[in-house]
């Protein structure tokens, strides 16, 4: 016992203090914003909402991205937002939340437990703000690198009692009107042999009955010129590889499409996979996956410079793995993350806000404010009413 013991206090070490990398990734894809600081834009009206959620994104995980990219006095796109607030996340029964009850409240403006989608605890299930944008005549997407039936998308346009019945999820995606559906994960939309539903629905044929244009390869998505559109690659989540288009390519192609529509468009994107690489304490996929989706966000943001009435929101719905920058040097190398957990922590995370409006996103208020704000933004007045009390 006393000959091992000083191994066992080196791995009680290790375990206690967490896992620690140098971060060492190629980021040359990267095209930094030329503008560091965006105007404030007091006044205009906001027609178009674009809604960022970076899965997992803390304080850390962008601070990485930015000093891996553009050193700690360059900006990422995000970073170049006029406004910025702090988002509290806590769910319904739990101090750490989850994605899909993170998700819920963004959408729906009311607090749920962990793994609800769209649905309280008591069974009710409330509007979401792409349901209400839609009911103004809005139109509306969904981009995600996920399955688009993962939990942050999912709280947009289903209802269910558990995130993790996907499948289910598909049946209320499937006829939400949701115009442009952008992502991953046909596993859940198509029978097997080709997918995985077991009752031998084929929600492509069913949504192409319905007018939906289908699109399963990243040639067919950005060659779509119609809406209704479903394009999904892979049956699982994106690789985010050369094989495949950008989500800023996807962002692109989205905004594209509903800015089409006169009365204007709710699109929210998500870079699903920075909370996988925060599970899996990955920093060099972090800083990855985190510059990938601030590139969409560059998309959005110079859409809504030229457009006027666009207001582009960028938020997290938790942070994931407790990432702490511990080393580094001024010009980005040698910085190293360390983690304390696998899973997600507890605390607020950052809002950045561009557009008309966009004052109204400072200060400190909780996720279920998010959706309320947003509806503010939109002119929402149903949304707004049935939440007064
Ligand atoms: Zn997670």
Do not use: C
Request: glycine fraction near 10%.
């Amino acid at each position: 016992v006393i000959k091992t013991l000083p191994y066992f206090l080196a791995l009680l070490f290790v375990v206690s203090t967490g896992f620690a990398g140098t971060i060492d990734v190629d980021v040359s894809f990267y095209e930094a914003p030329t503008e560091l600081e965006l105007p404030l834009h007091v006044n205009g009206e906001v027609m178009n909402v674009i809604l960022f959620i970076g899965d997992g994104m803390g304080n850390a995980h962008f601070s990485a991205a930015q000093y891996a990219a553009v050193g700690p006095e360059g900006r990422l796109h995000m970073q170049t937002m006029p406004v910025t607030g702090l988002m509290g996340t806590y769910a319904k029964n739990r101090l750490i939340t989850d994605s899909a009850a993170s998700g819920s409240a963004m959408a729906t403006g009311y607090k749920t437990d962990n793994g609800m989608i769209s649905q309280l605890p008591d069974g009710s299930e409330p509007e979401t703000i792409l349901e209400a944008s839609k009911a103004e005549g809005k139109a509306t997407g969904l981009v995600a690198t996920s399955t688009i039936t993962h939990a942050t998308p999912a709280s947009f346009a289903a209802h269910h009692f558990s995130r993790s019945e996907e499948k289910e999820i598909a049946l209320d995606m499937a006829v939400a009107g949701v115009d442009v559906l952008f992502g991953a994960g046909w596993k859940h939309w198509l029978p097997e042999p080709d997918g995985g539903r077991t009752d031998g629905r084929d929600l492509f044929a069913e949504m192409n009955a319905n007018g939906y244009v289908i699109a399963r390869t990243g040639e067919e998505i950005l060659a779509a010129s119609d809406t209704p559109v479903i394009g999904l690659l892979r049956d699982g989540a994106l690789y985010e590889n050369d094989e495949e288009p950008s989500l800023a390519e996807l962002t692109a192609k989205a905004i594209d499409l509903l800015s089409a529509d006169d009365d204007g468009f709710f699109l929210m994107v998500e870079g699903s996979q920075i909370d996988w690489e925060g599970h899996s304490n990955e920093e060099d996929e972090i800083v990855r996956r985190t510059l990938l989706f601030d590139m969409a966000i560059g998309e959005a943001l110079n859409f809504a410079k030229a457009d006027g009435n666009t207001l582009v929101i960028v938020t997290a719905d938790h942070e994931t793995g407790g990432m702490a920058l511990t080393k580094g040097r001024l010009d980005g190398s040698g910085i190293v993350a360390q983690f304390t957990t696998t899973n997600h922590t507890a605390g607020p995370v950052a809002v950045f806000a561009y557009g008309p409006g966009a004052i109204r996103y400072t200060g400190m208020y909780e996720n279920s404010d998010l959706a309320i704000k947003i509806a503010e933004s939109l002119g929402l007045e149903d949304f707004l009413k049935d939440r007064a009390d």
